[in-house]
């Protein structure tokens, strides 16, 4: 075989192609690529986002009641403007739950904002208006001189809750179109009820 022969035979081995080892990283570069397009792009409505976030809590409060009642727990839900959070009672004070992530601080999207309205509780009546359940005031703060976490509602070990409802608002941006409202409510007993406001309008 001659010498120009070889340098051809040795050029075409060069370019065969990829190996099977660089076809399969690029396969994962794209997977990745592709997997976090999909969870950036969100395809679902408004109205099925705000509904998601309704029945997630709805879900969430049924799993931390059920918690509370196997373990003889007394548990709490602290609502903020676009946060909430289960804390429980160690006998002296409310303690965040963040060891387990589905009862620790959840944020949603800022274009959310909750609105929480505290049903009436009959036994409560003789309740300092500015103490806490557990008598702990609102307006304590612990040895760190942050204000001590107090819950707005009360999930007992007996498989009560007291009641209330909150109104999960969901403002368009740039839309000049109506907002969007779906309420979680609950009386003294579970399930929570779940509705579209915008159904119940007369």
Same mark, same amino acid.
């Given at each position: 075989?001659?010498?120009?022969?070889?340098?051809?035979?040795?050029?075409?081995?060069?370019?065969?192609?990829?190996?099977?080892?660089?076809?399969?990283?690029?396969?994962?570069?794209?997977?990745?690529?592709?997997?976090?397009?999909?969870?950036?792009?969100?395809?679902?409505?408004?109205?099925?986002?705000?509904? %998601? @976030?309704?029945?997630? !809590?709805?879900?969430?409060? /049924?799993?931390?009641? $059920?918690?509370?009642?196997?373990?003889? =727990?007394?548990?709490?839900?602290?609502?903020?403007?676009?946060?909430?959070?289960?804390?429980?009672?160690?006998?002296?004070?409310?303690?965040?739950?963040?060891?387990?992530?589905?009862?620790?601080?959840?944020?949603?999207?800022?274009?959310?904002?909750?609105?929480?309205?505290?049903?009436?509780?009959?036994?409560?009546?003789?309740? %300092? @208006?500015?103490?806490? !359940?557990?008598?702990?005031? /609102?307006?304590?703060? $612990?040895?760190?001189?942050?204000?001590? =976490?107090?819950?707005?509602?009360?999930?007992?070990?007996?498989?009560?809750?007291?009641?209330?409802?909150?109104?999960?608002?969901?403002?368009?941006?740039?839309?000049?179109?109506?907002?969007?409202?779906?309420?979680?409510?609950?009386?003294?007993?579970?399930?929570?009820?779940?509705?579209?406001?915008?159904?119940?309008?007369?």
């Amino acid at each position: 075989m001659s010498a120009n022969m070889q340098k051809y035979q040795t050029k075409l081995s060069r370019q065969r192609g990829f190996t099977l080892l660089e076809v399969m990283l690029v396969m994962v570069l794209m997977a990745v690529v592709l997997s976090s397009v999909s969870l950036s792009f969100d395809i679902r409505s408004d109205r099925n986002k705000v509904e %998601d @976030e309704a029945k997630r !809590l709805q879900a969430v409060v /049924q799993l931390a009641s $059920d918690y509370a009642l196997l373990n003889n =727990l007394q548990l709490g839900l602290l609502v903020d403007k676009n946060s909430y959070q289960f804390l429980g009672y160690d006998g002296e004070l409310w303690q965040e739950i963040e060891d387990d992530k589905v009862l620790s601080k959840y944020e949603m999207d800022e274009n959310f904002e909750l609105k929480l309205t505290l049903g009436d509780i009959p036994w409560l009546d003789n309740v %300092d @208006e500015e103490a806490g !359940l557990f008598g702990r005031n /609102q307006d304590e703060e $612990d040895d760190d001189g942050k204000p001590k =976490l107090i819950p707005q509602v009360y999930l007992f070990s007996s498989g009560e809750i007291t009641p209330f409802s909150i109104q999960f608002v969901f403002n368009r941006p740039f839309s000049g179109e109506d907002e969007i409202v779906f309420e979680v409510s609950g009386e003294t007993e579970l399930p929570l009820k779940v509705q579209d406001l915008a159904e119940v309008k007369p």
